[in-house]
């Protein structure tokens, strides 16, 4: 993470592995000692990672409700809720998604858009929310099989579809420009200007 002008945090995501959690974590105790006015989380090309993982960092952006949801063939439902405790729950929020970001960023993406917590700036996302599980096989090879889907919050389901950027902003730009982190920026400084009127 590093702290950009106009005292805005950005943290790129760049896999949710088992300890991306506890790092987003204190990256997150860190920017609150530096009173970040706002933040930017960057999950393009993050191609996902561990489920737990995700629900551990969502909910750090999260007062409370659900994640996601999976449905598996028989049609049984399995909810992740939010868990407490979260250490940036206010603080105004951006999400660089694209083309790239997939599984475990989509999760994340469609739970801080569903909840209304941050908009989506970028392209739309990938479109992998499947539930999968390995099976060895004696010939030392291994088959995956797909067992259920995940759903948004809101029931949005991502396998197939991706989510769509609240705003769309092609990649684009000569060199050192990044056009998605600029948006972002300007959002976050309008949003910030509003609030402490």
């Given at each position: 993470w590093e702290?950009l002008?106009g005292n805005?945090?950005?943290?790129?995501i760049s896999?949710f592995?088992?300890?991306t959690?506890?790092?987003?974590?204190?990256?997150?105790?860190e920017?609150?000692?530096?009173?970040?006015?706002?933040m930017i989380?960057?999950?393009r090309?993050n191609?996902?990672?561990?489920?737990s993982t995700?629900?551990n960092?969502a909910s750090?952006?999260?007062k409370?409700?659900?994640?996601l949801?999976s449905?598996?063939?028989d049609?049984?439902?399995?909810d992740?809720?939010?868990?407490?405790g979260?250490?940036?729950?206010?603080?105004?929020?951006?999400?660089?998604?694209?083309?790239?970001?997939?599984?475990a960023s989509?999760?994340?993406s469609?739970?801080?858009?569903?909840?209304e917590r941050?908009i989506?700036?970028?392209?739309?996302?990938?479109?992998?929310g499947?539930v999968?599980i390995?099976?060895?096989?004696?010939?030392?090879?291994?088959?995956y099989?797909?067992?259920g889907?995940?759903?948004s919050?809101?029931?949005r389901l991502?396998?197939?579809?991706?989510?769509?950027?609240?705003?769309?902003?092609?990649t684009?730009?000569?060199?050192?420009?990044d056009?998605?982190?600029?948006?972002?920026?300007?959002?976050?400084?309008?949003q910030?200007?509003?609030?402490?009127?």
């Amino acid at each position: 993470w590093e702290m950009l002008p106009g005292n805005i945090a950005y943290i790129e995501i760049s896999t949710f592995a088992e300890n991306t959690d506890e790092a987003v974590a204190e990256a997150l105790r860190e920017i609150e000692m530096q009173d970040a006015e706002g933040m930017i989380l960057d999950v393009r090309n993050n191609l996902g990672g561990l489920l737990s993982t995700t629900v551990n960092t969502a909910s750090q952006f999260l007062k409370d409700g659900l994640v996601l949801y999976s449905v598996d063939g028989d049609g049984t439902r399995t909810d992740y809720e939010v868990k407490s405790g979260g250490l940036a729950l206010d603080i105004p929020l951006a999400l660089l998604v694209n083309q790239f970001s997939a599984s475990a960023s989509e999760v994340l993406s469609g739970a801080l858009q569903s909840h209304e917590r941050a908009i989506l700036i970028g392209t739309t996302t990938y479109g992998k929310g499947s539930v999968n599980i390995p099976k060895s096989l004696s010939n030392g090879a291994s088959l995956y099989f797909t067992i259920g889907r995940w759903y948004s919050p809101n029931g949005r389901l991502i396998e197939g579809e991706g989510l769509e950027p609240d705003v769309l902003v092609e990649t684009g730009g000569s060199g050192d420009e990044d056009p998605q982190l600029e948006m972002a920026l300007e959002y976050l400084n309008t949003q910030i200007a509003t609030t402490s009127r």
